[in-house]
């Protein structure tokens, strides 16, 4: 597929199906995925696969926090399951001097957002998954996270079950100014002395 093409046409992804991206094909994914822009160097990232039965432990995990409901529960369950792999993105920000955790934040952002393009482009599709159970203690533990750490949500992956419909881009030029378009804010100076 053209770069180009395969930036414009991907989607994220809700229904899955097998197959998904095998150990080593991941691998090497995620080697490319690491040429994102990454200040340092420092990959403040890591990321945890999930396939087969990891996926219902982490569902009874999810269960265990949707209450007394046991719809809510089943509900909870099935969630991980919704494709043959999961990716958790972890977010493991590294103490720098030069290097302030939102440029680690952006650099892991881009990592994981290459990752879905190349996966798009393997024939692949993903869609990112989030959540207030990111931040329970019970899939921390689950997920072995270190306290430092924050878990970005889940990269669901697999093959799509039905090709997503096209997208309507908006125009890119209510995007864009030149500096000399920008208006300047008419500031107060007071007069000092």
Same mark, same amino acid.
């Given at each position: 597929?053209?770069?180009?093409?395969?930036?414009?046409?991907?989607?994220?992804?809700?229904?899955?199906?097998?197959?998904?991206?095998?150990?080593?094909?991941?691998?090497?994914?995620?080697?490319?995925?690491?040429?994102?822009?990454?200040?340092?160097?420092?990959?403040?990232?890591?990321?945890?696969?999930?396939?087969?039965?990891?996926?219902?432990?982490?569902? $009874?995990?999810? /269960?265990?926090?949707?209450?007394?409901?046991? =719809?809510? *529960?089943?509900? %909870?369950?099935?969630?991980? #399951? !919704?494709?043959?792999?999961?990716?958790?993105?972890?977010?493991?920000?590294?103490?720098?001097?030069?290097?302030?955790?939102?440029?680690?934040?952006?650099?892991?952002?881009?990592?994981?957002?290459?990752?879905?393009?190349?996966?798009?482009? $393997?024939?692949? /599709?993903?869609?990112?998954?989030?959540?207030? =159970?990111? *931040?329970?203690? %019970?899939?921390?533990?689950? #997920? !072995?996270?270190?306290?430092?750490?924050?878990?970005?949500?889940?990269?669901?992956?697999?093959?799509?079950?039905?090709?997503?419909?096209?997208?309507?881009?908006?125009?890119?030029?209510?995007?864009?100014?030149?500096?000399?378009?920008?208006?300047?804010?008419?500031?107060?100076?007071?007069?000092?002395?």
């Amino acid at each position: 597929m053209e770069t180009l093409e395969t930036v414009l046409t991907r989607r994220s992804v809700g229904r899955l199906t097998e197959p998904a991206p095998d150990d080593g094909e991941l691998l090497a994914l995620v080697e490319a995925a690491m040429t994102a822009p990454d200040h340092g160097r420092l990959l403040p990232w890591r990321l945890i696969t999930l396939r087969g039965e990891e996926r219902a432990e982490l569902g $009874r995990t999810f /269960a265990a926090r949707a209450g007394d409901d046991p =719809l809510a *529960r089943e509900r %909870a369950a099935a969630k991980p #399951l !919704r494709a043959p792999l999961l990716i958790a993105i972890v977010f493991s920000p590294v103490a720098h001097r030069t290097v302030p955790r939102w440029e680690q934040l952006a650099s892991t952002v881009a990592a994981i957002h290459t990752l879905t393009l190349l996966l798009h482009d $393997r024939g692949y /599709a993903s869609i990112w998954r989030t959540g207030s =159970l990111t *931040r329970d203690t %019970a899939v921390r533990t689950l #997920l !072995r996270l270190d306290p430092g750490e924050q878990l970005l949500g889940w990269l669901y992956t697999g093959t799509a079950v039905a090709a997503p419909p096209p997208r309507r881009l908006p125009d890119p030029r209510a995007r864009i100014r030149t500096l000399s378009q920008i208006e300047v804010p008419h500031l107060q100076v007071e007069a000092c002395c």
